[in-house]
């Protein structure tokens, strides 16, 4: 069975900074892409930033010059380093990944998510 987890939540002061793991398990042959969304109390849930195997990378606005994401497909590990975090960052931040299985079949999976919290 192929899943994400994600994991490096917690509390953190304003301008501080948080690194998210998500690891992947099971029979993967490769993970194609990764995205981390954010979900705050009462909104929506929202992309934060994407990654491919290519290395190519997006990000929200807000992340944006404060958030790197990267990915390392041999570890089957991803990661958010979060950086000069602000309230509004608030969250549970939620792993998906888009995995290429060895049974043939491609698996876009979430993680349970892991809470941010951001306050002084």
């Known amino acids: 069975q192929v899943q994400v987890v994600e994991s490096g939540g917690g509390f953190v002061q304003p301008g501080g900074s948080l690194t998210l793991s998500c690891a992947a398990s099971?029979?993967?042959?490769?993970?194609?892409?990764m995205a981390w969304y954010r979900q705050a109390p009462g909104k929506q849930r929202e992309l934060v930033a994407t990654i491919n195997n290519g290395g190519g990378t997006d990000f929200a606005e807000s992340a944006k010059g404060r958030f790197t994401i990267s990915l390392d497909n041999p570890a089957k590990m991803g990661s958010l380093h979060l950086s000069s975090l602000k309230p509004e960052d608030t969250g549970v931040y939620y792993c998906?990944?888009?995995?290429?299985?060895?049974?043939?079949?491609?698996?876009?999976?979430w993680g349970q998510g892991t809470q941010v919290t951001v306050s002084s």
């Open positions: 099971g029979s993967i042959t490769t993970i194609a892409a």
């Open positions: 998906n990944g888009k995995i290429y299985g060895t049974d043939l079949d491609w698996h876009h999976l």
